[in-house]
Each structure stands twice: as C-alpha cells, then as structure tokens.
C-alpha cells in the first residue's frame, strides 16, 4: 500500500480558508440567515444501514451519522441544529459546490478527479471495494468471474467506475441511482451481482430480511478513503480534520465504528491518519 500525503492541497485549501474567513464566510454560501435560528446543513446516504440511514420513523443512523454529528458539535452545532439532506453518489460534487450542504458524510472516497472540484477533510475510515452475490451462486469467485455477469452499480461511485476501467471491463453494468436498488435486483435475480465499498456491502447483507441470502466475495478491489466533502477553499476543512483528530484521540471513532459496522461483522482497518491517502 501507497502513502500520499495531501499536505500541497492542505496548504493551498489553509490559503484560500483564510481568505474566506477575512470575507466572514464560514460555510461557504450554506449560512443560516439572520434569524438566529443556528442550523447546519449535512449531507449523506439514506439507504446504507452502518454507514447512513433514514429509518422509517425518521431517525437517521450509521457511522457517517456519528461522525457528522460529533464534527458538527466541535463547530459549535447540537445534534438538533442538524438538517439532513440525502446526497446520492452523483449529486455529491453539485450539493457542495451549490452551497446546497456545509459538508457532506457520504461514504465519499476521497479521489483526484472529485478534488478538482470539491475539498476533502480526512480520511476517516479506509474501505475496500468489493462484490455481493447471492449465496447460492457460486460461480462468482474471482473478479474476473464478473465479466458478462450482470453487474449493478451507482452513477457517479467509484465502484462503478472501477469496473469500467480496471476490474471487469466486459461486465454488463448496470448503473442505478442507489445501492438499495441495485439490492432489490440482486434479490428479484435481475442482476447477478453488486459492487460497491465492502463496509456498506456488508450493512445490507447483515439486514434482517436478507440473513443468509446474501455473501460478499471478500476482494478487496480497491482502496476507499472516506473523507468529509466540504466547498472548495471552505475554511471547514481545516475545522473538520481538527474535530476528526480529536474523535479519534478520545476514543469515539472506535466506538462509532464498533456501534455501527461491528454488527454486521465488517473487520475494519485502524483508523487512518488525517491527510494521508492510502492509494
Ligand atoms: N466510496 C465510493 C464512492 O465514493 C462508493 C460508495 C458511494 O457511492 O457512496 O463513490
């Protein structure tokens, strides 16, 4: 495994930061407006049980929850100051870069295309991308075995971008908006099988509904470096690796983690170092 440091980035995004915190901006355009009322607007996955989840009674849970919810409080925010907002896989880069959220929680994978347009705090969880098939199928056993297969994926994710161009160029992907669609084709056997970052993977198959339907290949077909998405020249970089440096010093990033990907028996990797880039 390869070390990247992102230390250039860090410093031209310090530069810019200082720049919007002279003109006042704190958020980027995301600002509460002179009501008082203090809110922060937060984007993540509806429909990833252990990573980001809207249940049905309106709560919201999973890893990305815990971790937004504990950077928001370093920036002065209580959990109900908190809105919300869905940020599907291909709507992340826009969400930000509109000021429609201050910072998005996404099982975002930290990459060189999206730093072009958007800045990443992080990384604050390393994942690995992988595949689930159904458990009676065996005849997926190695990566290659997907090429023909009816492979799903999202729009926008990098598991789908993979497949095109590293892990099984001759798959016949199909790309969805969201992985639980993508679930419910592999249920219905309309595709033979799902790829995304084993941490979510592994979420699904552990659902009540589907124990024992589902098994994930364990590939590891790539490394997934979850960093906190946040305006391009947005001082809450800066803010954010501070308040991440702190969760995981006092102990609540292994808490979260255990809380929230241990149930579903994920073996995850230690937590990473804030700004280093495993490639
Ligand atoms: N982590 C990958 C990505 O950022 C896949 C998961 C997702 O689509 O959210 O694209």
Redesign the pocket.
Known sequence: MKLRMVSAAAAAALALSLTATACGSDNGNKSSSGGGDKTITVGI?FD?PG?GLKTPDGKYTGLDVDVATYVAKQLGYKPGDIEWKEA??AD?ETLLQRGDVNYIV????I?PE?QKKVDFAGPYLL?H?DVLVRADDNSIKKPQDLNNKKLC??T??????NVKTKIAPNAQLQEYGG?SECLTGLENKVIDALT??DA?LAGYAAQKEFQGRFRLGGFKLSN?N?GIGVKKGSDLKAKINTALEKMVKDGSWDAYVKKNLGPAGYKNEPAPKIGVIVS
């Open positions: 996955k990833q990573i599907k896989s992340r996404a099982s975002y994978s990459t999206r994942a991308q994926s999202v926008g994710s990098t598991s789908a971008q992985y995304t970052d979510i997934e979850y």
